[in-house]
């Protein structure tokens, strides 16, 4: 099922919020609207699996999804969460190779999908995306190298200090709604148990406290010199 037809706020505002697409102009957003193709999930499905063949770019409308991986123990290690506005699978979108992760729905969501073959007709016909598109595969490549010395360097408390660090907002809050124990566990590399631990360390030292649902960062400084 195809994007309707009708250009609005909400869908120029959503696709200019993809990196690869806020260098273009109304004309050119509304191209990419035509090659969307909306799908549907409920929560718990299954939406790709890794090393199946690419199924192209991902933005999440409605809903949250999670990006993981599962070694061969089972064990789930989640790379990103997902909600509204965000997108993933550009890599497979771009050189048409496997998926290179999972990815599920937590919640029921509302998904927008850019196939290899629209990105390559919106890339012969916009060659200014090829640019872009570079540019942001060198970002990631960089928060690669980043993520990599986080988890080989860091003691869990380093690392869930870096990882509270990224996903606060600016009012130095986490919703423990977005993100459960287990959850951050999983992206951490780490088991419950020592997120539990660290997290009594951090709230001991005076960096975070504990608000109902909510976690409260207090000094972020001092979260910084963990890391």
């Known amino acids: 099922m195809t994007i309707p037809t009708l250009f609005d706020v909400q869908t120029k ?3 200019s919020g993809i990196p690869y697409f806020q260098a273009l102009d109304d004309d050119g957003l509304k ?3 035509q090659e969307i193709v909306v799908r549907h999930y409920s929560a718990g499905e299954v939406i790709f699996l890794e090393g199946d063949p690419g199924r192209g770019l991902h ?3 409605e809903g949250l999804g999670k990006i993981y ?3 061969s123990e089972g064990r789930e290690h989640i790379l990103h969460l997902l909600g509204p506005g965000d997108f993933c699978n550009e890599v497979a979108a771009v050189d048409g190779g496997p998926n290179p992760a999972n990815l599920a729905a937590i919640d029921n969501s509302v998904v927008w999908v850019v196939t290899k073959d629209s990105m390559d007709r919106l890339r012969w016909q916009y ?3 090829n640019d872009v598109i570079i540019n942001n595969l060198a970002q990631h490549s960089r928060h690669l190298v980043k993520r990599i010395y986080t988890i080989s360097f860091l003691s869990v408390t380093g690392r869930l200090a870096a990882f509270l660090l990224r996903e606060g907002n600016d009012d130095t809050i986490l919703d423990r709604h977005r993100w459960t124990q287990d959850e951050i566990a999983a ?7 020592m997120v539990v631990r660290s997290f009594r360390e951090l709230e001991q030292a005076g960096l975070i406290a504990f608000d109902r649902h909510q976690i409260k960062i207090l000094d972020k400084d001092g979260l910084q010199e963990l890391v």
Do not use: F, N, Y
């Open 13 to 15: 505002s959503l696709i």
């Open 31 to 33: 191209s990419v609207a």
């Open 59 to 61: 933005l999440v409308v």
């Open 69 to 71: 991986h599962m070694s």
């Open 127 to 129: 060659p200014q995306l």
């Open 187 to 193: 992206h951490l590399s780490t088991v419950r148990e």
